[in-house]
């Protein structure tokens, strides 16, 4: 019940001034446009991924991701050793995020396709490869798997766009991109 009930009891019925209506019309025309750049983005924009999503348990892809790693590590870095793994050109490459890594450190070889399989163990995530600008929300449960064929030899760094706790701002992981004919 309002305090100082509308002195008209048809509140709702007045005339409305010219330029309101100007203006509800100027946001209504502004809404289709943007409508219609939805549609004409997602057709032109080249900013969509080739990416399907499915359902996973995060148990299984934790242990996906471990057999990967166990099959195709070539070498360990830093003081915490997080392996390198190597995947076959053509094959699977699996990225998994938990509080605060991305794991494992990838190494692709220029201009083969992978499948790049991600997924979060625990909390929503964001995979942000840089200098790129390719970003990719990730959930737990919800596996992307993205086909990429890398273009240009390099290090780059993933990082999580997704506030995701204390650790957020040192969540990070790498992959690199190797020449084949140079042999890593
Ligand atoms: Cu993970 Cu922010």
Aim: glycine share 10%; net charge negative.
């Amino acid at each position: 019940m309002a305090i100082h009930p509308p002195a008209s009891r048809i509140w709702w019925n007045e005339p409305v001034a010219k330029a309101e209506l100007v203006w509800i019309g100027v946001a209504f025309v502004w809404g289709l446009i943007m409508f219609a750049m939805m549609i004409y983005w997602h057709i032109y924009g080249q900013q969509n991924l080739s990416t399907t999503v499915g359902r996973i348990d995060p148990a299984v892809f934790e242990e996906r991701t471990n057999d990967f790693v166990a099959k195709y590590q070539v070498r360990e870095e830093g003081d915490t050793g997080v392996p390198v793994v190597k995947p076959e050109p053509g094959g699977d490459a699996y990225m998994l995020a938990r509080t605060f890594e991305w794991w494992p450190i990838l190494e692709l070889e220029k201009g083969k396709p992978y499948r790049l399989h991600i997924s979060s163990l625990d909390l929503q995530h964001g995979f942000s490869l840089l200098p790129v600008n390719m970003n990719i929300q990730v959930h737990p449960g919800l596996e992307h798997i993205v086909t990429i064929t890398p273009l240009e030899v390099g290090s780059y760094g993933v990082v999580c766009n997704e506030f995701c706790g204390l650790g957020h701002h040192v969540m990070t992981g790498r992959i690199y991109v190797v020449d084949p004919g140079q042999g890593g």
